[in-house]
């Protein structure tokens, strides 16, 4: 049971929806176990990070936000530069899915200020989250410029079929909905 839940991407909402909520839960009870018993601060932090993903995408948004808040810190404290990234690209979505979109836009662009220090596989996470959280606004012209991003970093890099697949949805997503409002 090592592996994260099985999770789909809505093409319409472009959240994550995991296939089996009975696992999802299972994996959180794990997950808040190994960050109890870490032996350090980085395997702390892997678990947390997760823990964040799983809670927002099954819709446990305030625990989400505590937990994110928690791995910012312990980023902070005790992680690498690129690990204070994720933590800090992780609090900010789960803001968007809250619609704290004050505060989310904020993070975002602190986050795309020192995206290319990271290398370009966090540069195609960040620029994927930036634009769905454009997305969740209704800014469809900026989020398709974020996922033609990502969808290009994501390809020429030869990534993950899933990750370049999932880049794609949320491309052609922002382009239809873009459209709808010429």
Known sequence: MDEPPASDLDPDTLREVYRDPA???????????RIREAPD???E????????DLLRGSGELDAALTEGERAV???????SPPQQHLARLRLA???QWRGEFVESNLAFTELQANLTQFGPIIEAFTHDAAGRNAYDQGHYADA???FAEAVA????????????????VALRAARRRKEERS
């Not at 696992?23 to 176990?33: H, N, P, S, T, Y």
Request: glycine letters at 4%; proline letters at 2%.
């Open 73 to 79: 810190q312990r980023a902070e404290l005790a992680g």
């Open 153 to 168: 970093i994501r390809e020429r890099l030869d990534l993950p079929a899933e990750q370049i697949r999932a880049s794609r």
């Open 45 to 52: 932090l892997l678990a947390r990070g997760e823990l964040v």
């Open 144 to 146: 398709y410029e974020h």
């Open 41 to 43: 601060e980085v395997a």
């Open 93 to 95: 979505t789960v803001r």
């Open 23 to 33: 696992a999802v839960a299972a994996r959180v009870r794990l997950l808040r176990e």
